[in-house]
């Protein structure tokens, strides 16, 4: 145990110092204290319907989530489904953007289970179609923002192979099993490995429920890429709503990276970058992304309450 923690703490360390030298970078290349007025400046009323959007995508995650745990055959009511999300969002607050939410969220759901590979399974068939949604939104963004960016190769491509990847790991098992000689399926890691990509692996046969939680994850996206518009509008930014489309799911992809603490400096720096072809100015690129960022943890409070209110803090 002490040497997971000292292993936690390093990689907690890396981050830091990762969110913090960008964070300085970017510093130096904008005026931060202009863009600290725009994020006060934000408009009260497109801040609160984004508040409103933040807590309806909450809601549809948590929806999403309990349908796979019931095509699994996990019997868990919708109250427990959903403090243990709400709480394990809060806790992911402070680990690696990401996966620390879903670690908590895996780990929590784990106690209240038979097994931690259906756990897992669940949490990272959840994670699976969101990525698969946001490439989605991602497509459906380069063919509305026209033929500036849909015309490239190289991103079509690029898409093909992050969609073959996500969809390949619900044949896990077979692959595992193609790659991991036999003799080696005794060991203490192979069995976990395979136990897991075995649980995945079975949601194969529940393809409604499957396409059920797809479903509800693009709801998911839209709702995201929405937040950031309305906020942009707040913001006083005059890019459309196509161009949203466009930009948002690859920053949510960075956001995703667990490189980052809590989605500060590189989605950030990403979202600077993706705005350039607006000639957006960097500071207000830089509170847009704070704004986007602020406004989804404050989406995590309602697991605070709920972890206070339980006794464990």
Known sequence: MRELLGRASRSTLVR???TGAILFYLSTRIDMAAAARAVAAISLPHLALVLGLVAIDRCVMILRWVLLLR???????????????????????????GVGADAARAYGLAQHTSTGSEALASV????????????????????????????????VASVAVL??????????????????????????????????????????????????VMAWSIVVQLLRVTQAYV????????????????????ALLLLLLPISISGFGL????IIWLLQPYNVAAETSFALSTLIVLTGLAGNLPGLWLWLSSGEG
Request: charged letters at 15%; glycine letters at 12%.
């Open 267 to 270: 989605p950030q720096g990403g």
């Open 231 to 250: 906020l942009g509008l707040g913001l006083g930014l005059a890019v459309p709503f196509s161009y949203f489309l466009l930009f948002m799911p690859f």
């Open 124 to 155: 990272a068939v959840d994670r699976l179609l969101g990525i698969l949604s946001l490439v989605s939104m991602g497509l459906v963004g380069l063919i509305a923002w026209g033929p500036r960016g849909g015309g490239d190769w190289r991103i």
């Open 163 to 212: 969609t073959t990847a996500t969809v390949s790991v619900f044949w896990a098992d077979r692959l595992v099993r193609a790659f991991v000689p036999a003799r080696h399926h005794d060991g203490l890691l192979a069995r976990r490995i395979l136990r897991a990509s075995d649980a995945v692996s079975r949601y194969r046969n529940h393809r409604g429920a499957l396409v059920h």
């Open 16 to 18: 830091l110092a990762i």
């Open 71 to 97: 095509a699994s055959g996990s019997a868990i009511s919708m109250a427990r489904a959903s403090r243990l999300f709400l709480v394990s969002s809060f806790v992911g607050s402070f680990l690696p953007a």
